[in-house]
């Protein structure tokens, strides 16, 4: 089977992305992407590239190659369904905060109101493809949807999950270390569609790095690489705090250790702790699974991975309040990133977010500056904790888009995102227009110590 039309439903940070880069390698393939927000389609299709609704680098090259000629953005879903023999679905799937595994479980709303839109739809034999990132044997809910509220057709659903990660997303896709395409290899019609997907990926996948499994594994893998690659941030961030109160240096551990090529040098870089849409719902994912299975255990020793990520966050904080005298009312300050990492404009679970609502319970005034983050942005993320009134996040958190005007008059500085500017500032500059003692708490140990340190600034990073 020749797939020659594609229908992606969710235009988020997967799907956009995704399919972006699917269309450019297969110019003969029409892929349109859907989604419900009629504005982030009219953002997808805006014709100042800048003004994309997700900032990644190098997207807007690939959006203008293929966009108008095999790549389209519409809010007309039933149209696009009808017309694709491939369809991916690419809705979040956030943590419910609702009823059983209120907090836990992921909320498959989203994904099953797509599967019922697709057997509504559907007059023809179709392949559903879950990119979303769903709990072991969703895939099992979505063939059930499918074939008793379709037409009589015929649904082959393949788990098919990504790898992307977001700032490096452009590069992740068009030299994957390995795609993952799970299906039911034991009947005929399982099989074509799978080959159908490889075929669309070995237009610039090595074959090699295609690997396809049964849809369980595949759902399974996915949840599991994020458990592992968070569990790395979580060990190496546990063993910061150690090395605080022992003298020894984490950084100097985490080379040690990451040139034993058992271990391997990748997430091992001290942080705040990590955020983003992935890490902490899918070992929450993770744990309710196991929980519910009875595996106390498993249960356990996964969410320990969590709890550890939310001690970094809180520390990081106490440590600004206690070395600022154990009184921050009414002192400023200010916050270098506000996005979960660099080179993305994406804030879901950054670690700022956790930070400035610890301060801002002490009444602090926090002056943030990032670079790709709106202050509507903030103020959304700050809202959507509930600690406070929308008008007293206003009051305490301002944004500020001149990283200078931040800095100047603050009591301390603190460093909540790695972008690669704030190693070039002007720190001389800076060090003249703070009060004093100018504290600098770097989450993300990016700055160079010595030199601030030179110019007189009290240096704190993390683990050294
Ligand atoms: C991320 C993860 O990558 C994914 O694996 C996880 O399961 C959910 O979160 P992402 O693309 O980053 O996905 O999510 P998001 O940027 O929120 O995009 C989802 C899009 O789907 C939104 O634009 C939303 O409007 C759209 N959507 C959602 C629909 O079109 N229909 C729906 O029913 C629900
Ligand atoms: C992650 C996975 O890497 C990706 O494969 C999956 O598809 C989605 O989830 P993403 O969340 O976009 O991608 O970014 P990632 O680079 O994994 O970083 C996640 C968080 O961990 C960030 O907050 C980052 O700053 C933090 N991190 C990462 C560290 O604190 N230290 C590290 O060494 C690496």
């Not at 992407?33 to 680098?57: C, F, G, H, M, T």
């Not at 009589?152 to 994957?176: K, Y």
């Not at 200078?404 to 500085?413: F, K, S």
């Amino acid at each position: 089977m020749k797939i020659k039309s594609i229908c992606c439903i969710g235009a988020g940070y997967v799907g956009g992305p995704t399919m972006a880069v699917i269309a450019q390698k297969n110019p003969n393939i029409k892929v349109t992407v859907v989604d419900l927000n009629a504005q982030r389609i009219v953002d997808w299709n805006n014709k100042d590239l800048s003004k994309l609704p997700i900032y990644e680098p190098g997207l807007d090259d690939v959006v203008a190659e293929a966009r108008g000629r095999n790549l389209f953005f519409s809010t007309k879903v039933d149209e696009a369904i009808d017309q694709a023999q491939m369809i991916f679905i690419s809705v979040n799937t956030p943590t419910k905060t609702y009823g059983a595994g209120k907090g836990m479980a992921a909320d498959l709303k989203y994904v099953e109101l797509c599967a019922r839109q697709i057997a509504k739809v559907a007059t023809r034999d179709k392949i559903v493809v879950e990119k979303s990132t769903l709990p072991v044997k969703t895939a099992e809910a979505i063939q059930n949807i499918l074939d008793n509220t379709g037409n009589g057709v015929d649904f082959q659903i393949l788990s098919n999950p990504e790898f992307l990660a977001e700032g490096t997303a452009m590069r992740d896709l068009a030299v994957p270390d390995r795609v993952l395409i799970g299906g039911d290899s034991t009947t005929s019609k399982g099989q074509e569609a799978i080959q159908a997907l490889v075929e669309i990926y070995a237009s610039w996948v090595p074959k090699e790095n295609i690997l396809t499994t049964n849809v369980w594994s595949s759902e399974l893998s996915k949840l599991t690489a994020n458990a592992f690659l968070a569990q790395r941030v979580s060990s190496i961030n546990s063993l910061s705090e150690l090395c605080e109160v022992t003298g020894a240096n984490i950084q100097e551990v985490a080379k040690a250790i990451g040139m034993d090529s058992r271990i391997g040098s990748k997430f091992l870089q001290v942080s705040v702790g990590f955020g983003g849409s992935c890490f902490q719902k899918d070992i929450l994912n993770l744990v309710y699974i196991a929980k519910s299975l009875g595996l106390n255990e498993v249960a356990d020793y996964w969410h320990q991975v969590i709890l550890m990520n939310n001690h970094q966050r809180e520390r990081f904080a106490k440590k600004i309040i206690k070395t600022l005298y154990s009184t921050i009312s009414g002192k400023t300050i200010a916050f270098l990133g506000w996005a979960f990492k660099k080179d993305t404009n994406d804030t879901r679970e950054s670690a700022a977010i956790y930070v400035a609502d610890s301060l801002m319970d002490e009444q602090a005034i926090i002056k943030v500056y990032d670079p790709k983050v709106t202050s509507t942005q903030m103020q959304l993320d700050l809202n959507y904790l509930n600690t406070r009134s929308e008008s007293e996040n206003i009051k305490y958190l301002k944004t500020q888009i001149d990283p200078y005007t931040a800095m100047d008059g603050a009591h301390a500085i603190a460093v909540l995102t790695e972008w690669d500017e704030f190693k070039s500032y002007d720190w001389k500059r800076i060090y003249k227009n703070m009060q004093k003692p100018a504290f600098i708490f770097d989450g993300r140990n990016v700055l160079d110590r010595q030199i601030l340190e030179n110019i007189g600034f009290i240096y704190k990073g993390i683990g050294y």
